[in-house]
């Protein structure tokens, strides 16, 4: 410690071991570790002296950005071996061109921060997530994050333009390119993209911009199936002109378990359904697009798809329909400990996983509460589940272990992937090896290899 303060010269720069609480637990709480010390370096410079002085000692690191992930990538470990470089104060946006369309933003920067100075220069960067208001742009970058605009703009690979690096070894690698185009060899930036940390840690990024839309409108429907809900999504897909931004499945048991947990939350429409789907629309220009989701939704109506409906009048309007979703996820985790999954398959496969799966996990625990909702339009179905209250703590891991397995069986026989958003950290690398073949295990390997011989660079996640 004195080494590093005599280094960076602030000794606000390591985190005193009372004020380290935050830095040890994820989001969940599910998480907890140990650290040797937490290190809050100010700048890509700092940042690679810290990496020099833990490489020369033989020191394992771990990268931590606003902490709100899910599967203990950037939770230390329970040894106290690990020291946390925690990326919070290199939070600088260095620079907007509105012109390029392109912003350079530090890995510390809070995602809320960025759209609010996207938008400040009538612009919009689309990278959408519950924990905006917390996560950084570092920790999302490492984990390749997605969100609910996936099915429009792409997942945080699609968004980036270039990244600014500092390598195991101390070097750093400035790829801070705003090109769209570039086709000079191999896209390095995209070996760091979802690398969880283990190869280097990102310290800024040059990120694509869009035009700010002038026009967006949200609607909430119901549907009796889920295969009406995949109907649709196609026909969504083709009417609205590309101008889908998100399509969020809602089941009814989660906007029931999200009406008792959410204050002045109403039931959205006048009858009960099977599922709800939350969309959204948006544009710029000339585009009327209030009269398109209109004709839209009048069609599906009259072919059966929708059985009922509305268009959110107003910004309020569209913010009390996003909460019920925001809701759904609240009312869970005040539930306690419960199984939480992020999963992927084909679209044309979600019904029959979303029915294989449900009626799998109700012959193993008929008193479990399966919640299967998120990203309908991109194939991401966040399956939950929620065990009885009635069971001890070492009969809920027991049980939710068994759900785990045949959700990620039915995942498997659908040729789909166990991760869809949320990385794969330590929680998921057992499930994660066991799936890849021999070549794509040494392919990883050779390449973690490269950067990182020591094998310092949060070490234990992913391989």
């Not at 940390?197 to 310290?203: E, M, Q, W």
């Not at 509305?310 to 009390?320: D, G, L, M, Y």
Request: hydrophobic fraction near 45%; glycine fraction near 10%.
């Amino acid at each position: 410690m004195d080494a590093l303060t005599g280094l960076l010269g602030d000794e606000a720069t390591v985190v005193p071991i009372a004020d380290r609480a935050r830095y040890l637990a994820d989001w969940s709480r599910d998480l907890k570790g140990l650290a040797r010390t937490v290190i809050r370096p100010r700048s890509a410079a700092e940042v690679a002296l810290v990496v020099q002085e833990c490489l020369a000692r033989g020191l394992p690191i771990v990268p931590q950005g606003g902490h709100t992930g899910l599967v203990g990538g950037a939770t230390p470990s329970g040894d106290g071996t690990e020291v946390v470089i925690s990326l919070e104060r290199l939070n600088a946006i260095r620079e907007i061109d509105a012109v390029n369309f392109s912003m350079i933003a530090e890995a510390g920067c809070i995602l809320q921060n960025i759209h609010a100075a996207a938008l400040a220069r009538d612009c919009l960067f689309p990278l959408q997530l519950g924990a905006q208001g917390s996560c950084q742009i570092g920790g999302n970058i490492a984990t390749n994050a997605g969100g609910i605009n996936v099915i429009r703009y792409g997942m945080t690979r699609d968004l980036v333009l270039g990244l600014e690096v500092v390598l195991p070894d101390g070097r750093i690698w400035n790829g801070l390119r705003k090109l769209r185009k570039n086709n000079t060899g191999y896209d390095l930036k995209q070996i760091f993209l979802g690398s969880e940390g283990t190869l280097g840690i990102v310290t800024a990024a040059c990120l694509k911009l869009f035009p700010k839309p002038n026009q967006t409108e949200t609607a909430l429907v119901a549907v009796g199936s889920p295969q009406a809900a995949i109907a649709l999504l196609g026909r969504a897909r083709r009417d609205l002109s590309d101008l889908l931004s998100a399509f969020e499945l809602l089941p009814r048991r989660g906007v029931e378990l999200a009406l008792g947990v959410m204050p002045g939350l109403r039931d959205p429409l006048r009858t009960p359904s099977p599922y709800y789907i939350l969309m959204e629309t948006s544009a710029s220009g000339l585009v009327d697009l209030r009269s398109l989701i209109e004709q839209f939704l009048g069609g599906a109506m009259a072919s059966d798809l929708v059985s009922d409906g509305t268009i959110a009048a107003n910004v309020a309007q569209a913010s009390e329909f996003w909460r019920i979703r925001e809701g759904m996820i609240e009312a869970q985790v005040q539930r306690g400990r419960h199984l939480r999954t992020d999963v992927s398959v084909p679209i044309s496969s979600i019904a029959a996983f979303l029915e294989t799966a449900d009626a799998d996990l109700r012959r193993i625990g008929p008193d479990v509460i399966p919640i299967a909702f998120g990203h309908l339009g991109d194939g991401n179905i966040h399956f939950n589940v929620i065990p009885p209250a009635t069971l001890d703590e070492s009969a809920k891991t027991t049980l939710l272990r068994s759900c785990e397995n045949i959700i990620f069986e039915i995942v498997d026989q659908l040729g789909g992937s166990i991760s869809a958003e949320h990385g794969i950290g330590r929680v998921k690398r057992d499930a994660f090896l066991s799936r890849s073949t021999a070549l794509d295990t040494t392919l990883l390997r050779g390449i973690k290899k490269v950067f990182d011989p020591s094998g310092l660079m949060n070490p234990g996640r992913m391989v």
